[in-house]
């Protein structure tokens, strides 16, 4: 039953027929465009998936082919409220369904809420869960509650009354990166 499947190299209508489950836990670096959100250090942060196959209607004379996925990861970020390390979870579950082609995926998407891929015999299901984090990264990471806490210089009336030029946080952040 248990047969070897190469997540990167995945069939995805036999992985779905077979009903047939994946799991993974890899090294955060491994998963680059990913790291690169991060400062990028080192450390022994891990992504974390699992991913099953179902055929819908399968004595229909086209079932359907799905994939669910979960995955997850805890992607050390800089808060852009106090500029600190802040640990923001990521998680997706998202169910796909396999079309034949790319420009059926792409006709169809527009009028489907489903989520639409192209059928392979050799998917990279690897590149999907990074697809899929990827867009779970927020665009301004910060803590629920910062460490420490932060001169509200925006809400300040003596601050706006004192023409204070604000400085921007990515500048400093910027200057914290290069070590100046
Ligand atoms: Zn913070």
Not at 24 to 32: K, S
Request: hydrophobic share 40%.
């Amino acid at each position: 039953m248990a047969k070897d499947y190469d997540p990167q190299r995945l069939d995805v209508r036999r992985f779905a027929e077979e009903g047939a489950e994946l799991a993974g836990q890899d090294a955060l670096p491994r998963y680059r465009r990913l790291f690169a959100e991060t400062q990028e250090e080192p450390g022994d942060r891990s992504v974390t998936w699992q991913a099953r196959g179902e055929l819908l209607h399968p004595h229909h004379v086209q079932p359907q082919v799905w994939l669910h996925l979960d995955a997850a990861a805890n992607l050390p970020l800089v808060c852009q409220r106090c500029l600190r390390p802040v640990d923001i979870p990521l998680t997706v579950h998202r169910s796909f369904r396999f079309v034949t082609d790319e420009a059926t995926a792409a006709a169809e998407d527009d009028a489907s809420e489903e989520d639409l891929l192209a059928l392979s015999r050799s998917f990279d299901l690897v590149e999907l869960v990074e697809d899929e984090l990827l867009m779970e990264v927020p665009v301004a990471p910060m803590h629920d509650t910062c460490p420490e806490p932060v001169k509200m210089s925006v809400a300040d009336p003596d601050f706006e009354a004192a023409g204070g030029e604000r400085e921007n946080p990515f500048a400093v952040l910027g200057r914290l990166k290069a070590g100046k």
